[in-house]
């Protein structure tokens, strides 16, 4: 299965029939990187396939598998190094955008953005751990003040603390 590299860039091109419904799949972008490295690092390689058989393309044969993979991987290491510098970006990840088409099933790509969803989603939010007491006391300000979240409590009560640069 050949993709066209020109139409590289504009989206994933499925293996099966094309969703009637729904988002579409999209390629990795360049602020992802940081992100999605990782992640598909531990998601490709051979013993992967074995535990995740429907995530994959299916290949007629295992050394056509082999080869896609050390392509990726080389394209995937061309890409880490790229990232880093100020140009050469958008080459480096169309052609690591093909392979990744190439690699994965619809399926498998799908829960791929899943996953990289979920990681973007946890790099969003802290978790501070504080005492029962305080929460207690935050909860009858929230309660005092109308307030629906923690954040927004935090928040309010910030808002209200004078700059200390005054």
Known sequence: MKIEAESAGKGWHYHQAKPTAGRKLKLLE?????????????????????KRQDWFFEFECQTERENL????????????????????????????????????????????????SQIKKRKKKSHIEIGNDLVIKLKEFMALNQIDTFDQAIDHLLSEYPDSTE
């Open 30 to 50: 360049g602020d992802e990187l940081v992100a999605a490295l990782p992640l598909i690092y531990r998601l490709i390689p051979l013993t992967e396939i074995a």
């Open 69 to 116: 993979y050390i392509e990726l991987s080389e394209s995937l290491s061309t890409l880490n190094q790229t990232r880093k510098q100020t140009t050469g970006l958008e080459i480096a990840l169309t052609q690591t955008n093909l392979l990744l088409n190439r690699y994965f099933s619809d399926y498998g790509w799908r829960m791929v953005r899943k996953e990289l």
